[in-house]
């Protein structure tokens, strides 16, 4: 079945500090999702990419999903510690049943 | 925007009795939800999907007899957990999305379930 694998799974920076996460599908995708999870809390969602080499951007937060739509990424510039919390790339590979398959999560902390 | 609700937000249990769970969409209609199990800083492993009017559908390794899943309206969708075990204590996580809206998948707030 499909695998959606996310890396690095752990990320501490120190305030002010760039931090990228990373998404690759095993398969094409028709969409990538991404959410972000505080700790105690539940996912919530960020953005939907849907356009092969689509990149978007909010605030301080750029998306990116490649020419194969088999990965994507997430950067956010120069890290707040309310960026804290554990970022999910989702992916749908389309189909009639939406279903998303998540990566693992990359947990980010920041040091003020 | 789609907001989700689930409830509750807590509950314990003693092994062996039954816990339900609900989740409504409470501004948009949702032929579709998904019911997501959660561990400790791990990530979401989708459990079913539940269909409105008709069956949910398993994923590999989820036990229908165990998970529950009624879909009965288009604004609600029910999972109970039968004769529940330690090991079943988690947090599960409903989702459904409003595709008029690109809002992508709203989740509710969680259930954390302990049995004891």
């Known amino acids: 079945g499909q695998q959606v694998m996310q890396i690095p799974q752990y990320q501490h920076v120190q305030e002010g500090e760039d931090f990228t996460t990373y998404c690759n599908s095993s398969?094409?995708?028709?969409?990538i999702q991404w959410y972000k999870q505080r700790p105690g809390g539940h996912p919530v969602f960020l953005i939907q990419l849907v356009k092969s080499g689509e990149v978007k951007k909010q605030k301080r937060l750029t998306f990116q999903f490649g020419e194969a739509k088999k990965n994507s990424s997430l950067h956010i510039t120069a890290t707040q510690t309310t960026d804290v919390g554990t970022y999910f790339c989702?992916?749908?590979?389309?189909?009639?049943?939406?279903?998303?398959?998540f990566g693992k999560g990359t947990l980010l902390t920041v040091n003020p | 925007g789609a907001v989700v609700s689930q409830h509750p937000s807590r509950v314990i249990c003693k092994s062996g009795t039954s816990v339900k769970i609900e989740c409504r969409s409470l501004d948009f209609q949702a032929t579709t939800m998904f019911w997501y199990r959660q561990f400790p800083k791990q990530s979401l492993m989708l459990m079913a999907t539940s269909n409105e009017g008709s069956k949910a559908t398993y994923e590999q390794g989820v036990e229908k007899d165990k998970f529950l899943i009624n879909h009965a309206s288009l604004t609600l969708s029910t999972l109970t957990v039968t004769s529940a075990h330690p090991e079943d204590s988690s947090f599960y996580i409903c989702s459904a999305s409003d595709y008029r809206l690109n809002y992508g998948y709203t989740f509710g707030s969680g259930t954390r379930l302990t049995v004891v």
């Open positions: 398969t094409t995708l028709s969409n």
């Open positions: 989702a992916g749908d590979s389309g189909g009639s049943n939406y279903k998303l398959t």
